[in-house]
């Protein structure tokens, strides 16, 4: 992000990661429980290939007890209980953790953090539709990920970004089908 906080911004264009090891993708979500966002991605954490990326899921909200809580957190290669720490200290824990890409799993929904995307604790913030659709309207988010039914080019912008009628910041990564995941069991 550009928000500037612990890294300086790089868009997911001009991102190199080292490709010697592997990339180290965030989920941070307040929805890690039995929650709508919990049915789509029920399934997420395991189809990453974890030869080539190393997955981290950081949970700002305690445990609801609830199956979705429990198949995420042994799913995820890290599994991380941020509830208790403030929004700075989450920044920081997901900074040590040298996280390439960090995904926002709420946006502005209902226990979002928005401030920790604000500081910037990883080189590529990218905010999927399938969590909050919509823009953040800030240079907190690279990347939005949606398809090009529910974010048309020509609101988006994705060439001209100064033009009056963009309605979004972000850099958008169009899925080729839909931007809506969901559990393929369920």
């Known amino acids: 992000?550009?928000?500037?906080?612990?890294?300086h911004g790089a868009h997911l264009s001009q991102f190199v990661p080292d490709t010697s090891h592997r990339l180290k993708i965030g989920y941070l979500s307040s929805d890690f429980k039995q929650h709508p966002l919990s049915y789509l991605i029920n399934n997420l954490f395991l189809f990453h290939d974890k030869t080539r990326f190393e997955i981290f899921c950081y949970a700002s909200t305690p445990s609801d007890g609830?199956?979705?809580?429990?198949?995420?957190?042994?799913?995820c290669e890290h599994f991380k209980e941020v509830y208790m720490q403030a929004d700075v200290e989450i920044g920081a824990t997901i900074n040590r953790d040298g996280i390439?890409?960090?995904?926002?799993?709420?946006?502005?929904?209902?226990?979002?953090?928005?401030?920790?995307?604000?500081?910037?604790?990883?080189?590529?913030?990218?905010?999927?539709?399938?969590?909050?659709?919509g823009t953040m309207g800030g240079k907190s988010m690279d990347t939005y990920i949606s398809d090009r039914i529910g974010t048309?080019?020509?609101?988006?912008?994705?060439?001209?970004?100064s033009a009056p009628h963009c309605l979004y910041q972000e850099k958008m990564l169009?899925?080729?089908?839909?931007?809506q995941m969901n559990d393929h069991k369920q």
Not at 66 to 75: A, G, L
Not at 174 to 179: D, L, R
């Open 66 to 75: 609830s199956h979705y809580r429990d198949k995420i957190s042994k799913e």
């Open 1 to 7: 992000g550009e928000g500037g906080g612990f890294m």
């Open 152 to 161: 048309p080019p020509e609101i988006a912008c994705t060439q001209h970004t």
């Open 100 to 133: 390439h890409i960090l995904v926002d799993l709420n946006g502005y929904t209902a226990g979002g953090k928005t401030e920790v995307f604000h500081m910037s604790p990883a080189p590529v913030q990218v905010l999927p539709g399938v969590s909050y659709f």
């Open 174 to 179: 169009y899925m080729p089908n839909s931007y």
